[in-house]
T-cell receptor
Framework: DTGVSQNPRHKITKRGQNVTFRCDPI?????LYWYRQTLGQGPEFLTY????????KSRLLSDRFSAERPKGSFSTLEIQRTEQGDSAMYLC??????????????FGPGTRLTVL | GEDVEQSLFLSVREGDSSVINCTYT??????LYWYKQEPGAGLQLLTY?????DMKQDQRLTVLLNKKDKHLSLRIADTQTGDSAIYFC????????????FGTGTRLQVFP
């Protein structure tokens, strides 16, 4: 078990560009989550999937943000027309619903986005 | 509404005990968690407690839950310099959601 992995670890982009991040969950974890963490704050929930279905989206997820999990394994988070306010750490987490009775979400190392 | 609050900073001497406190508002939370975050890294689960428990001990960590006051604490015994990090408490919210609600984090600094 290699844990949750995220790529890239760091991304620097210019305002107005599109960026895409990838998350590979722990094998056999059917739930996958995206969170955003700005400096000095705790993570804030963005969205989550069960298999390929997107079950909940936060109001933080504006129409410039889109997340997919097409085959129920890895997920991508795309931000279109980035703004400086999008600069943050984007964290991915996963869990196996029903297997772990603590409902624990396991986090990846995050992708740090800097928008210039 | 959903809100989790923590004090921002804690400074302790190496070898002493650290106590990090957290208050939450959602009484329907099933589990409450403590995560640790080192600089530039993701979140590492430290421990969790089921909402019908009062206390849980795991090696140097002791979690106390006062459900009436909606207060959670994490005690780290024999604090080491390697424990210096940001500690987040989190609750898993209402029955109809699967998101975690995090506090703002407590920065623990351990000095020799």
């Amino acid at each position: 078990d290699t844990g949750v992995s995220q790529n890239p670890r760091h991304k620097i982009t210019k305002r107005g560009q599109n960026v895409t991040f990838r998350c590979d969950p722990i094998s056999e974890h059917n739930r996958l989550y995206w969170y955003r963490q700005t400096l000095g704050q705790g993570p804030e929930f963005l969205t989550y999937f069960q298999n390929e279905a997107q079950l909940e989206k936060s109001r933080l997820l504006s129409d410039r943000f889109s997340a997919e999990r097409p085959k129920g394994s890895f997920s991508t988070l795309e931000i279109q027309r980035t703004e400086q306010g999008d600069s943050a750490m984007y964290l991915c987490a996963s869990r196996k619903q029903g297997l772990d009775d603590s409902d624990t979400q396991y986090f990846g190392p995050g992708t740090r986005l800097t928008v210039l | 509404g959903e809100d989790v609050e923590q004090s921002l900073f804690l400074s302790v001497r190496e070898g002493d005990s650290s106590v990090i406190n957290c208050t939450y508002t959602d009484s329907s939370s099933t589990y409450l968690y403590w995560y640790k975050q080192e600089p530039g890294a993701g979140l590492q689960l430290l421990t969790y407690i089921f909402s019908n428990m009062d206390m849980k001990q795991d090696q140097r960590l002791t979690v106390l839950l006062n459900k009436k006051d909606k207060h959670l604490s994490l005690r780290i015994a024999d604090t080491q310099t390697g424990d210096s990090a940001i500690y987040f408490c989190a609750e898993n919210g209402s029955y109809n959601t699967d998101k975690l609600i995090f506090g703002t984090g407590t920065r623990l600094q351990v000095f020799p």
